[in-house]
């Protein structure tokens, strides 16, 4: 059995809004990607995700998109987990991982953002992969919702 985890949180605007923060890639570059995001999250596309904080293209397949709903990505594992001293993420592990996303409107006008992770090998590395993965992921979720509700950037100046 893989690795995986799921993590969760309540953002106050309507699900309409919080989906297109994650799929239009000029949002995602103002609070995620800081490095930029090239290309709007579809079903069966490939775009290039770029953090400034970890430099560093990373491609991400985009399995499937249901609007309003569902985001479901794969990419490469990096099973060290680690960032090098230079910043730079290690070599991809030979597989990927799934990235699922799930948006539910809330009663109350909010929205509940679901994101899991799976498929890691249940190896030292992969453990400690997903780990950082986790933490990369709550922090999004995180600055996702201090960029919509708020207009503030979380991550700028966050990691140097």
């Keep these: 059995m893989g690795l995986s985890f799921k993590i969760a949180g309540r953002i106050a605007k309507p ?27 579809e079903t069966g596309v490939t775009v290039y995700w770029d953090f400034a904080d970890f430099p560093g293209r990373f491609p991400v397949k985009v399995t499937r998109v249901v609007k309003d709903k569902e985001i479901v990505l794969q990419w490469a594992a990096h099973e060290s987990g680690e960032v090098s001293s230079s910043g730079v993420m290690p070599e991809a592990a030979n597989y990927d991982t799934m990235v699922t996303m799930a948006f539910e409107p809330l009663d109350d006008g909010r929205t509940l953002v679901t994101i899991s992770e799976e498929g890691w090998r249940d190896t030292p590395g992969g453990l400690k992969a997903s780990y950082g993965n986790c933490e990369g992921w709550t922090q999004m979720l995180c600055a996702l919702k201090g960029w919509v509700e708020h207009g503030v950037n979380l991550r700028e100046g966050f990691y140097k």
């Design 15 to 41: 699900v309409s809004e919080v989906f297109e923060a994650v799929a239009n890639p000029d949002r995602l570059s103002a609070y995620f990607t800081t490095g930029g995001a090239e290309g709007r999250l």
